[in-house]
């Protein structure tokens, strides 16, 4: 998750079901921080994918059922396709979302390309001075607009607000969207693993994917997907908005993979 309160009841629901849970920050969200302060503040989609490995290394987790929305949905597809060895199974909100900088390349249609505006922006320093001066007005009008039926008063926005308070968000946020357009470079030493990312490596462990009937943020069209639509005005965080419908994913997921079965 980019930050831990969205799954904080999904949390709660699997943690009484039994399940050890772990929520964490992406880096450059809520109280990640950088060892040294000359490494770059990189934000490519394998970087993440890297971070988790190292952290399911820290706590001796062979093993993991992963779960996520947005960025932690990418991250956990990552894992899923590149170290299936350590991954039991997955559940990811809107699908498939690993990227490659050359499928980034392709023009979309323009109501499509309206939708990614805050991309082009940040690909500005305007943007990147816009962010950095307004990032909580600009997750507000990104929750309202990827969600634009879940009434969210101000303390739940405020409680997640935090997360993006952390001195190294900007730069990690503006170079996500910047690699996306080939416009900032990565680290070399994550090319290896792009290079089979840009190849769309198929997931082959137990799966199961939601999508809400609500959401207003970019995503793949339910139709490419064997999803669980999930009704109601359900929109783009659905482990916040709907979160016994994510907990019963996941614990349906591992269900499926404690069976060997192919969903």
Known sequence: MLAIRIAFVVATLLAAAGYRV???????FGTTNFVSQDEPRNGQQSVFASDAI????????EKAILAGCDWGARTACILAALWPERCTALVSVSGYLIGSQKANMMPLPPAAELSWWYQYYFATERGRAGYDANRTDFAKLIWRTASPTWRFDDATFARTARALENPAHVAIVIDNYRWRLGLSAGDPTLDALERRLADFPVISIPTITLEGDANGAPH??????????????IGHKLPQEAPKTFAQAVIDVASAASRGAIL
């Open 220 to 233: 793949p069209q339910p139709a490419t997907y064997a999803h669980r639509n999930i009704a109601g005005g």
């Open 22 to 28: 772990v929520v964490p920050y992406l880096r450059g």
């Open 54 to 61: 190292a952290l399911l290394d820290a706590l001796g987790i």
